[in-house]
Nanobody, 125 residues
Framework: QVQLVESGGGLVQAGDSLRLSCAASGRTFRNYAVAWFRQAPGKERELLSTIRWNDGSTGYADSVKGRFTISRDNAENTVLLQMNSLKPEDTAVYYC??????????????????WGQGTQVTVSS
């Protein structure tokens, strides 16, 4: 069983940066795929970025490519999402998810067995 806890959300102004963390407990992220999603009120959940823990291969949605960076911290067993040049439309609850099955980056059909509770990101204009 893997427990995921997100942190790092908050209220920022447009153009600012935030770094989200997804910490795992119960086991390491080794051999896992980890993803960041977000969901804004009234909108569908959006897959933002994925990382394969073992080799660090990553993928990004077009909406965040060039602004967001996903990375891993082996020592802390944590996946990070560095978010730069934030826009009001980035306002949402951000979730991390993990699964032991990894196919290709940004696989829209990948199912994730483990989810965090979410962290709110609000970007004011």
């Amino acid at each position: 069983q893997v427990q995921l806890v997100e942190s790092g959300g908050g209220l920022v102004q447009a153009g600012d940066s935030l770094r989200l963390s997804c910490a795992a407990s119960g086991r390491t992220f080794r051999n896992y795929a980890v993803a960041w999603f977000r969901q804004a009120p009234g909108k569908e959940r959006e897959l933002l970025s994925t990382i394969r823990w073992n080799d660090g291969s990553t993928g990004y949605a077009d909406s965040v490519k060039g602004r967001f960076t996903i990375s891993r911290d082996n020592a802390e067993n944590t996946v990070l999402l560095q978010m730069n040049s934030l826009k009001p439309e980035d306002t949402a609850v951000y979730y991390c998810a993990a699964d032991s099955v990894y196919t290709i980056p940004m696989n829209p059909h990948q199912e994730y067995a483990y989810w965090g509770q979410g962290t709110q990101v609000t970007v004011s204009s």
